[in-house]
């Protein structure tokens, strides 16, 4: 795609954005179901994963993207709610089997909503990125109520995808410029 038919795909979406700001809100979903069988938890995020050819980013449709499965392509907002899935059903998995509760049967949900006029540049004062997430889990399991408060207290504590995003660790932004296949120079 280039500049121009990009152009083309936004423009009516700008335009709604400005028009219409709630419909640029938008909540991305993902699931996951815990193996019980091992600490594991298998990534189901609808249709849009189902549809896509492997884990190729691209822009979402409310960005001027294309359906999933025309494209083959996912939203990185997606992609991170899987991240956020996979970690959090693996961590409360292990905590569970370190804490000697069994879960039978199991589902981590994550959503989380998005402005995408702050992504697309409609409006300034959005934001840009997932303004709001949630994580919840259903368990099957004979635990107490109270002790499963506690492992998912310590799944919170120990995921490192959730911690990662609840605590905005130090990043750093480079540059290059490739002169020549194999060699970079850039900041």
């Keep these: 795609m280039d500049s121009t038919a990009l152009r083309s795909k936004q423009a009516p979406l700008k335009e709604r ?3 219409d ?3 640029a809100l938008l909540t991305l979903k993902t699931t996951g179901t815990l193996s019980s069988t091992s600490i594991a938890c298998s990534l189901s ?3 849009a994963i189902a549809s896509a050819k492997s884990k190729i980013a691209g822009l979402h449709p409310a960005a ?3 359906a999933p499965e025309i494209s ?7 992609m991170l709610l899987e991240a956020l899935v996979a970690c959090a059903g693996v961590t409360l998995k292990a905590v569970a089997t ?3 509760i069994d879960i039978t049967e199991g589902e981590v949900r994550a959503e989380g909503d998005l402005d995408f006029r702050g992504t697309m540049g409609v409006d300034r004062g959005a934001p840009v990125g997932f303004v709001e997430i949630r994580l919840a889990f259903v368990l099957a399991t004979d635990a107490e109520r109270s002790t499963v408060e506690k492992l998912v207290q310590l799944t919170e504590r120990y995921c490192v995808v959730l911690q990662t995003i609840c605590h905005k ?3 750093s932004v480079t540059s290059s410029m490739k002169k020549e296949l194999g060699t970079a120079e850039g900041t």
């Design 17 to 19: 954005y400005k028009t």
């Design 21 to 23: 700001p709630s419909s």
């Design 45 to 47: 995020s609808g249709p």
């Design 64 to 66: 001027g993207g294309d």
């Design 72 to 78: 083959g392509e996912l939203c990185s907002g997606d």
């Design 98 to 100: 370190a804490m000697g």
């Design 169 to 171: 660790p130090k990043i």
